[in-house]
């Protein structure tokens, strides 16, 4: 099976930096993905990381250490649009893919 | 076209209706997903079908039948559900079922009375 773990809750101001993690343990691991989702709204895709090391889109970032089955997203510049819940996702060569708890980011004024 | 769609909106259903949702995508995805998801709680994948087939069942009770008519839709057929089913059900699609980058659809908001 697959378990995930994250941070329930992370708080922010804007502009500044925050980093989620996600630990995983897993029977068989491809890769680990990190989806946003908006109060009310569907999960939108954020990023992928499939080897170890970084992973750079616009403002956001992800890592990943296989060694260590972990992982983190990291969100720069931070804006007020940013207040979701952010979930990591390990899939397992395509037979299961299994969201973690998610973390509820809250950036403030 | 980049959009998953999902009809109905919102759906309340008693424990002995039949009912259905339905999920499109034009993007040429191969793969189509359910999910189930209730309130504060991560997505649960019950359902993956891959080029038509269901290649994932995640122990789903029987009171939920997907179906796949052809590579751009996806069906849930609902039966004799529980009050616990109530949830957002969310359809997605990716590329092949390998999944990681997935576009969701806006979810049916399901009510079991």
């Known amino acids: 099976g697959q378990s995930l773990e994250q941070p329930s809750e992370v708080t922010a101001v804007e502009g500044a930096i925050v980093q989620i993690n996600c630990t995983y343990q897993t029977s068989g691991f491809y890769g680990l993905s990190w989806y946003q989702q908006h109060d009310g709204g569907a999960p939108t895709f954020l990023s992928y990381?499939?080897?170890?090391g970084l992973e750079e889109t616009g403002r956001f970032s992800s890592f990943l250490s296989r060694s260590d089955s972990y992982g983190y997203l990291l969100l720069q510049e931070l804006q007020m649009k940013d207040s979701a819940s952010y979930f990591c996702a390990a899939d397992n060569y395509g037979q299961n893919f299994v969201f973690g708890p998610g973390t509820r980011l809250s950036v403030l004024p | 076209d980049t959009e998953v769609t999902q009809t109905p909106k919102h759906l309340v259903m008693g424990m002995t209706n039949k009912k259905s949702l339905k999920c499109e995508q034009h993007m040429g995805h191969r793969a189509m997903y359910w999910y189930k998801q209730k309130a504060k709680k991560p997505p649960e994948l019950m359902f993956v079908y891959s080029y038509e087939k269901l290649s994932i069942n995640e122990s789903v009770p029987s009171r939920f039948s997907p179906e796949c008519p052809n590579s751009s839709l996806l069906n849930l057929h609902l039966h004799a559900l529980q009050p616990e089913d109530s949830a957002l059900y969310l359809c997605a699609s990716s590329q092949d079922r390998q999944g990681f980058e997935q576009f969701f659809g806006p979810g049916t908001r399901l009510t079991v009375l």
């Open positions: 990381n499939a080897l170890d």
